[in-house]
């Protein structure tokens, strides 16, 4: 599948955001949600400061759950970004065509051994970027 190859090319920048951004995410998280405690104590004994709190914790958990969907927007962004590199082999007597992702070494005539059908010379006839996503969508 296409997807799982796209998916393996994002790993290496995408762990690099998230681990520090999860982090900060889930300390903010950890806060409100501790800030939310103490203001469900504080109403119950009655303190003055429980609405404080509670605003605190509300804020912390709104903050945490905006800076969440960004972190996944900008991972998929980037998902997006990295499409994989195709490179077209074909046989020029039969026509026989495979398409697989570009290897290093790769380049359009190159001969990349016996074809299937007719033993006869496989030629790598085209290398591209494979692009998925609408153009369009990027630029805003
Ligand atoms: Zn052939």
């Not at 900008?74 to 970004?81: D, I, P, T």
């Not at 994989?84 to 065509?97: E, H, N, W």
């Amino acid at each position: 599948m296409s997807e799982d190859t796209e998916a393996e090319e994002a790993t290496a920048p995408t762990q690099r955001i998230s681990s520090f951004v999860f982090a900060v995410i889930l300390i903010t998280l950890v806060l409100s949600l501790a800030a939310l405690y103490f203001a469900l104590s504080a109403y119950n004994s009655g303190d003055a400061s429980a609405g404080i709190l509670l605003i605190i914790g509300f804020i912390g958990l709104g903050l945490s759950t905006y800076m969440l969907l960004q972190t996944r927007r900008s991972v998929m962004r980037l998902a997006l970004k990295i499409q994989p590199v195709i490179t077209t082999i074909s046989c020029q007597k039969c026509g026989f065509k495979n398409v697989r992702e570009f290897e290093r070494g790769d380049f359009v005539f190159k001969e990349v051994g016996p074809c299937p059908k007719c033993n006869d010379k496989l030629l790598v006839s085209a290398i591209y970027r494979e692009i998925k996503e609408k153009p369009k969508e990027e630029r805003f």
